[in-house]
């Protein structure tokens, strides 16, 4: 077995967020980025790969694949047709060893806590996108992320990293040699996922690799599709536009200095809460 990698994932992570995760404030954060050929490469390379969906699972483990169909029922039950957000934010339901246990404690009135249901979704993610221990199934992955944006979006949308960095990590574990992610763990499929789930930031992180090109017309190709991202509610998209006028201003227009007034006033009605990285 070896670990799945999620260094280059929490990497681009990096890269999208915390370099204008505090637009409002006087830090700025520069990001360098090698300029490209071709403009809109990695976002079109993140879109390319194909949903999977196998017939059987890598390893047969009989006691790893019902603990995963247990999990499975409970999110059913009691998470994917529920509104996460109305949930306890310090359920009683915190620690547990087994689902008989939590069944127990849910049937004496206990309640389920968000904190729970994210980490089971997660964990769910997880398991049907490697199909180590279940047969990969990315519809069924991109189901839980879809419950998962869609508690972020409604609950906690300044904590963008948090979603990803929490998807990231449920790869964190063995996969096989048999396993075909093992030759291929490019963590492009994992945004790809984050994106057809409907994660508008996900999608603005893999434009944005673009954003900050030293080729005029890339940016100027790319610049709607942030601004779209934007209005439909994206916060990185939000924040990114607000830094990239704000360097326009600087330069002198009129018509830059209202757009950076404009989407700064937005970043603050939007903020972001990250992470600090050492990666």
Known sequence: MKNFKTSLLLSTLLLATSSYAETTNNEEIEVEVNTRDQCGYYYRETLSHPLIKRDAAVTIDKEAAKLIQLKRQFADKYIMNADIATFSETGSISDYDSYAQMQDLIDRGHVIPQEVAVKELISLFGYYYLGEY????????????????????????????????????????????????????????????????????TEVMMIDEDFDSSDADCVKNVLP?????????????????????KKLSAKGTEADNEKMMYWQQKAEENPLIGIKWSI
């Open 225 to 245: 599709k942030i601004e779209a991202l934007a209005n439909q509610g994206s916060r990185l998209a939000i924040h990114r536009l607000a830094k990239h006028y």
């Open 134 to 201: 279940v047969p990969k199934d990315d519809y069924q992955a991109i189901a839980y992320l879809e419950k998962l944006v869609e508690y972020y979006d409604h609950a906690r949308p300044e904590y963008v990293d948090e979603l990803i960095l929490g998807v990231a990590m449920s790869l964190d574990g063995g996969i096989s040699k048999a396993n075909p992610l093992w030759r291929n763990d490019d963590p492009t499929q994992v945004f790809n996922l984050l994106i057809k789930a409907g994660s508008l930031d």
